[in-house]
């Protein structure tokens, strides 16, 4: 028997067997009415709803609906109300400028566009046949209509666009182009994803998952999917802070989120001022991803937290799970600092997933969740997909059944001959209790040709440090060679929405007027 399998499937699963249960604490301070507390009878309702009101606008099946929104239970509502019909949702960075959100919008070819009615000026510059702000008029989509119109799923062997092979989401890259790239997710795709991520995360009926992973990003990683799946409880933030982030785990028995490791460095600097027990010890498992996080913030989750660690890696293109580091049976006797190294790794591949290194050191997979394709960008398509492997673009070693990434590609910095690695330099000068930030780059030199370069932020409650101190303290652990030659000390670094580090914006200004990247 044939069954197609759609994002709709977690919501049904909510509504037949939890319908009484709490499934959403909307963020209660932010700028449209919030939601307060819905059940998932009532999320169910509401997601109908919006469905029914893109029939009346006379939207068809495979029409984009773009929504620029912070955290809140009507973007997680139009998770499903949007693709459970068979419509694309289109979700986008709310910290992208005008310009940026208008080539999304127009590149999509969205008929719809809902925002929030923090970035509402944005409409100055873009626009859509149909455009919604959240909180001014907008409750008749959510609330008013009845049932939609049934989405026929046929075989999607048909080859007609259908059923489990339909897109779902398309997901604009934030990565080093000019231009980002819109990634083609299908229902299939978000599925298989959002299962075996649930499964191996542990994910349950007995679960409160905190959203501190913006949603438009690679979906939450197919969270709102799998927590909906189980019934659990979503509790939703809108504005991240390490503090705040410990009350709503205090307030609503939080057990589990996703996070950016900025995002865990803010919970950890919130976490030295907190006046008495630290909320969730032994219970919250945060899952981290968005870059390898250096051993001594894996050591400092684990004993100042009292949470448990899980790191993933993948790609908005990959939905994104491809690895899952986790604590294992087999490390239980070794020493926290050495558990904290092993976890330190992106991980195991995922049920379903395969892994190759292949002859320049590039990570490729395979895996049901890999995207369909670029949205009107088949010659990228080719180059991504080729082989009938995704290209990650980043570099790695895969040892013992696991996977650890060495850098992206483009970032390895070739210094007197030498590769090295920006993430092995990171970790160690991470291990300086001065340290809070660090980004590793490569800049021009003569001498070297590359120069290992660390732009370094302080931690302002730690001893003053010289840039001859953080020099001196990697030799203890890094050969000469990877060891930085130039340190310089910033406020701030350069991040993504999401809290990657975007060192193509911290090493263009020393890369400025030369013909070529590398040198």
Request: aromatic share 8%; proline share 6%; net charge negative.
């Amino acid at each position: 028997m044939f069954f197609p399998l759609t994002v709709r499937d977690f919501l049904d699963r909510a509504v037949t067997v939890y319908p009484d249960r709490i499934a959403v604490v909307d963020e209660p301070d932010q700028p449209a009415p919030s939601w307060g507390e819905i059940t998932y009878a009532e999320l169910g309702r509401r997601a109908r709803s919006q469905a029914a009101y893109l029939d009346d606008l006379g939207v068809p099946r495979g029409g984009r609906v773009a929504i620029v929104s912070q955290n809140s239970a009507r973007l997680l509502t139009s998770f499903f109300g949007v693709s459970g019909w068979g419509r694309v949702l289109v979700p986008v960075n709310f910290r992208l400028a005008p310009a940026e959100v208008k080539y999304i919008v127009e590149h999509s070819g969205a008929e719809v566009l809902i925002v929030d009615p923090e970035v509402r000026s944005l409409l100055d510059t873009v626009t859509a046949k149909h455009v919604i702000v959240i909180g001014e008029g907008d409750e008749p989509m959510w609330a008013t209509h009845g049932d939609p119109q049934p989405w026929e799923n046929p075989d999607p062997s048909t080859g007609s666009g259908q059923g489990e092979n339909a897109t779902a989401t398309i997901n604009y890259t934030s990565g080093t182009t000019a231009r980002p790239k819109g990634v083609q997710l299908t229902h299939r795709n978000l599925w298989t994803n959002a299962s075996i991520f649930g499964w191996q995360a542990s994910v349950n009926d007995r679960d409160v998952y905190l959203h501190t992973l913006p949603m438009f990003h690679a979906n939450g990683w197919g969270m709102p999917y799998a927590a909906t799946g189980m019934g659990a409880k979503h509790v939703v933030i809108r504005k991240i802070d390490g503090a705040e982030i410990l009350r709503r785990v205090e307030r609503h028995g939080v057990t589990f989120m996703c996070a950016a490791p900025a995002v865990v460095a803010a919970v950890l600097d919130a976490a030295k001022t907190w006046d008495g027990e630290i909320p969730g010890r032994d219970r919250v498992r945060i899952i981290v991803a968005g870059a390898p996080p250096p051993t001594r913030t894996i050591e400092r989750v684990r004993s100042d937290l009292g949470w448990e660690f899980i790191q993933i890696y993948g790609l908005t293109e990959t939905s994104p799970l491809l690895t899952m580091s986790r604590m294992r049976a087999e490390w239980d006797d070794l020493e926290p600092l050495e558990q904290a190294r092993l976890l330190g790794r992106a991980g195991a591949p995922a049920v379903g997933v395969r892994i190759m290194i292949d002859d320049t050191g590039e990570v490729l997979a395979q895996s049901n969740h890999n995207l369909d394709a670029y949205w009107e960008n088949p010659d990228a398509t080719a180059v991504s997909l080729e082989g009938g492997w995704f290209h990650t673009g980043d570099g790695g070693t895969f040892e013992d059944g696991h996977l650890t990434i060495a850098d992206r590609k483009k970032d390895v910095i070739i210094s007197g001959g030498e590769n090295v690695t920006s993430i092995e330099v990171e970790d160690a000068l991470m291990l300086h209790p001065a340290v809070r930030e660090v980004a590793v780059i490569g800049i021009p030199d003569e001498k070297w040709g590359e120069l290992v370069t660390a732009l370094v932020v302080v931690d302002p409650d730690a001893e003053a440090v010289t840039a001859e101190v953080l020099i001196a303290h990697t030799r203890q652990h890094l050969a000469g060679y990877k060891c930085p030659k130039r340190i310089e000390f910033r406020d701030e670094l350069a991040r993504t929405a999401t809290g990657k580090l975007q060192k193509f914006k911290l090493r263009a200004p020393y890369w400025e007027g030369q013909q070529r990247q590398v040198n």
